[in-house]
């Protein structure tokens, strides 16, 4: 039976729902935790250990949590993960030792490393693969939304009511997740294979993991792209406020007009992945490096335009291409992998892409010391369409189309 468009699945609604509901919680605990440590240390670093200290275990544990999602029953594991979640936001509401804090806040990058591979192997355990690409095309919309409205909604909260209740709201959050995915029909088994895995295996898992992807041609591709991708975007959100402070208002001007450009990119975001739902299967390998040509475009556009409404247009339609561009790499994953290395892989991926995101946000404020704002959003645009053009070549050339003259457009 053919659904219809928005004939959502009860599936879906569950996930979904759960998803945006954890989403609006975790920026719950991201100003929460920013607003305490702050006013316990008075040191501006403390906020900077917020996202390294999230970030730094899956640069060390990716593989062997993906391993784990693929011997284990992954609904099982997705349940017990939110529950843990919610625990650590319930001692953060609790604990007003920094040092403790600290130690917590390791405990939920722990706890992070397991979440992104056990969600994206999840997945296709309570979806059609045939509906993966719209289930996570929503999803994007979803997380568009929770851009636009959930650091507000957190700011106001944590504002009016303190970061405990912060706290509380979002371990409430984690375990209504929790709760919801019990109810949630799992379409496959647990792989068979995947449970009797040998320890020696496990042990070995980042070398086989890189092997088997360096012997798939696709899975090599994406983990490519995905680096790529994420080095030069994520490298530009720092740019942002140097570039408004310096072209856009002043620094008197900053704030707000940086906070409408993410605003703006929000938008984008949920457009992006409304839009996906009309993507057919058979493009979506050359819609890539195709999506990577048109936002070289949109960003050198930005980089020259010193109108700032024009400004805003453009950075929005750069929300569209990244959620465009995010969310085909993350379903590609999951139609490519064998179900029984999915964790694996995805883990593998996460573990080489979330330290780049860190790095590139590091270098991308060092990098505005010597160079201006202008000329590195030009030079971001022109690695993205040097990477575009590259990669629509090799795909062309897999798929064995050698016309030079076929249109670039979608």
Request: charged letters at 10%.
């Given at each position: 039976?053919v659904?219809?468009q928005?004939?959502?699945?009860r599936?879906w609604?569950?996930?979904?729902?759960?998803s945006f509901?954890?989403g609006l919680g975790?920026?719950?605990?991201?100003?929460?935790?920013?607003d305490?440590l702050?006013?316990?240390t008075?040191?501006?670093?403390s906020?900077?250990l917020?996202?390294l200290?999230?970030?730094?275990?899956?640069l060390?544990?990716?593989?062997m949590a993906?391993t784990l999602c693929?011997?284990?029953?992954?609904?099982?594991?997705?349940v017990a993960?939110?529950?843990f979640y919610?625990v650590?936001?319930?001692?953060?509401?609790?604990?007003?030792?920094?040092?403790?804090?600290y130690?917590?806040?390791?405990l939920?990058?722990v706890?992070q490393?397991?979440f992104?591979?056990?969600?994206?192997?999840?997945?296709p355990?309570?979806?059609?693969p045939?509906?993966?690409m719209?289930v996570n095309?929503m999803?994007a919309s979803?997380?568009?939304?929770i851009?636009?409205f959930?650091?507000g909604?957190a700011?106001?909260i944590?504002g009016?009511l303190?970061?405990?209740?912060a706290f509380v709201?979002?371990?409430?959050?984690?375990?209504?997740?929790?709760?919801?995915?019990?109810?949630?029909q799992?379409?496959?088994?647990?792989?068979?294979?995947?449970?009797k895995?040998?320890?020696s295996?496990q042990?070995?898992?980042f070398?086989?993991?890189?092997n088997?992807?360096?012997?798939?041609?696709?899975?090599?591709?994406?983990?490519?792209?995905?680096v790529l991708?994420n080095?030069?975007?994520?490298?530009?959100?720092?740019?942002t406020?140097i570039?408004?402070?310096?072209?856009?208002?002043?620094p008197?001007?900053?704030a707000?007009?940086?906070g409408?450009l993410?605003?703006?990119?929000?938008?984008?975001?949920c457009?992006?992945?409304l839009?996906?739902?009309?993507?057919?299967s058979?493009?979506?390998l050359l819609?890539?490096p195709?999506?990577l040509?048109?936002?070289?475009?949109?960003?050198l556009s930005?980089a020259?335009v010193?109108?700032f409404p024009l400004?805003?247009?453009?950075?929005?339609?750069?929300?569209?291409i990244?959620a465009?561009m995010?969310?085909?790499?993350?379903?590609a994953?999951?139609e490519w992998?064998?179900?029984e290395?999915?964790?694996a892989?995805?883990?593998f991926?996460h573990s080489?892409?979330?330290?780049i995101c860190?790095?590139?946000l590091l270098?991308?404020?060092?990098?505005?010391q010597w160079l201006?704002?202008?000329w590195l959003?030009i030079l971001?645009?022109?690695a993205e369409l040097?990477t575009g053009?590259?990669?629509?070549?090799?795909?062309?050339?897999e798929a064995?189309?050698?016309?030079?003259?076929?249109?670039?457009?979608s």
């Amino acid at each position: 039976m053919v659904k219809k468009q928005w004939d959502i699945p009860r599936n879906w609604l569950l996930f979904l729902g759960s998803s945006f509901i954890s989403g609006l919680g975790t920026k719950l605990t991201t100003i929460g935790l920013a607003d305490k440590l702050y006013k316990l240390t008075g040191d501006n670093f403390s906020i900077s250990l917020v996202f390294l200290l999230q970030s730094l275990p899956m640069l060390f544990l990716g593989v062997m949590a993906g391993t784990l999602c693929d011997r284990y029953n992954k609904k099982g594991l997705f349940v017990a993960v939110n529950t843990f979640y919610a625990v650590t936001s319930f001692l953060f509401a609790v604990t007003a030792s920094p040092p403790l804090l600290y130690l917590i806040l390791l405990l939920t990058g722990v706890l992070q490393t397991l979440f992104l591979p056990c969600r994206i192997a999840f997945l296709p355990q309570i979806v059609d693969p045939a509906d993966l690409m719209r289930v996570n095309g929503m999803r994007a919309s979803l997380n568009g939304m929770i851009a636009i409205f959930g650091y507000g909604f957190a700011g106001a909260i944590v504002g009016y009511l303190g970061n405990t209740v912060a706290f509380v709201m979002d371990g409430c959050s984690f375990l209504s997740v929790a709760f919801t995915t019990l109810f949630l029909q799992t379409t496959a088994a647990p792989n068979a294979t995947a449970v009797k895995q040998s320890a020696s295996d496990q042990r070995f898992s980042f070398k086989t993991t890189w092997n088997m992807i360096r012997n798939h041609p696709r899975l090599q591709a994406v983990l490519t792209l995905e680096v790529l991708t994420n080095f030069i975007i994520i490298l530009q959100i720092p740019l942002t406020y140097i570039f408004v402070a310096r072209y856009l208002g002043g620094p008197a001007r900053m704030a707000q007009r940086t906070g409408l450009l993410f605003a703006a990119a929000g938008i984008g975001t949920c457009l992006g992945g409304l839009l996906l739902n009309r993507l057919r299967s058979g493009n979506r390998l050359l819609a890539l490096p195709k999506a990577l040509l048109f936002d070289s475009l949109l960003v050198l556009s930005f980089a020259l335009v010193r109108f700032f409404p024009l400004n805003l247009i453009l950075y929005g339609l750069m929300g569209v291409i990244a959620a465009f561009m995010g969310t085909i790499l993350e379903t590609a994953v999951q139609e490519w992998t064998p179900p029984e290395h999915l964790g694996a892989v995805s883990g593998f991926i996460h573990s080489i892409v979330e330290p780049i995101c860190v790095v590139s946000l590091l270098l991308g404020g060092l990098l505005t010391q010597w160079l201006e704002p202008s000329w590195l959003f030009i030079l971001c645009a022109g690695a993205e369409l040097l990477t575009g053009a590259y990669f629509l070549n090799r795909f062309r050339a897999e798929a064995g189309v050698t016309s030079t003259s076929e249109k670039l457009g979608s």
